[in-house]
């Protein structure tokens, strides 16, 4: 699978798919709502379900101007805003399709230095239900658990799953 130069091998997946396919609508996973905010990949696996979002700052063509505005929407809280509505419509989706049966773990992959994505992972998890509450009537977890990584950290924790940045 790929997000533009960058390419992803879920080896050990029953499925992958590319979520926010808008261009073709021909395609079986078409997703057609252009309003709702849609992760890059679903990946669906024996025990798990991954939410899958790409951003890419350190892309080679990415512009130092483009750079400095999303370390700003880092800095300022707005990523982790847009990650969390990423999620959140996308899990909605799949519950209206019913496919939320399996635990669900959104990854994502922020092609910026380790340091710069500290908090990244606990801003995104504090703006998805139940928010740092504890819900006892709740038999379900809307998301298990909300990781970021860079290109490095996700082929050191995900061996199975390599990505790499293809030149074309």
Known sequence: MKERDLEFNFTDAIEAIIFDE???????NYHGIGVMHRVDFIVELETAILFV????????????KQKRKFLKEV??????????????????????????????????LVTLEEELLGHLSDEISAKLPPMNHEISR?????????????????????????????VV
């Open 22 to 28: 808008m261009k073709d609508k021909s395609l079986p």
């Open 53 to 64: 979002e790409v951003k890419d700052p350190n892309n080679p063509n990415a512009r130092e």
């Open 138 to 166: 709740w038999q379900r977890q809307v998301v298990n658990n909300v990781q970021v990584f860079n290109i490095e950290s996700w082929n050191e924790n995900f061996p199975r799953w390599p990505v790499r940045r293809v």
């Open 75 to 108: 800095n300022e809280g707005i990523l982790s805003t847009t990650f969390a509505s990423k999620y959140l419509d996308s899990f909605i989706y799949r519950w209206a399709e019913n496919k939320t049966s399996k635990p669900i773990h959104y990854i994502n």
